[in-house]
């Protein structure tokens, strides 16, 4: 009897050899999920809650570098070096950062570096990012600045040492390093 049953809507439905050549087939397509209706994306910035650790951090980026610190999300914590001209970001296993995530894209967005200026840039991503609440298709990022990617709420940071004189934390330029 048990085995004329039919599977619950919760159970495993195997797929026999031609649907499984059809799902093979449907795996080389972006499966990036979108956000259902009841999703949160009230924008409600954070306020300077950092942690120690991450005000360290910051204070040590050296110049032309910045920092995205996750503040939510599945890997709230992680923190991202800034460093180069290019940073791409999204599910991808080779993006610098990866975001293992059905709300993010494949390629979801890139960050570009011009001297000491960072601007986010979406790729034509499903669920969309975001720069303090308002979506975007490019934006320069300003110290502080939250970032939206799929579920993923990051605040973005450029190094003390760029920010005009009288906004960092001693206001002093670090542009000679540490002394010794």
Known sequence: MEENRRPGSDEIRRTSGS?????DTDRGTDATQTFGHNSD?????????????????IEALPTRAALLVVRSGPTAGARYLLDTDVTTVGRHPEAD???????VSRRHAEITRDATSFELVDQRSLNGTYVDGERVDRA??????????????LNFFVSPAD??????????????GPDA
């Open 19 to 23: 649907d499984a050549a059809a799902a």
């Open 41 to 57: 994306l009230s924008f409600v910035p954070f306020g300077s809650d950092l942690s120690e650790a991450e005000l360290d951090a």
């Open 97 to 103: 950062i990866f975001f293992d995530d059905v709300t």
């Open 140 to 153: 320069i990022l300003r110290n502080g600045a939250e970032v939206r990617v799929g579920k993923f709420r």
């Open 163 to 176: 920010l005009p004189h009288g906004h960092g934390n001693d206001g002093h330029s670090h542009e000679q």
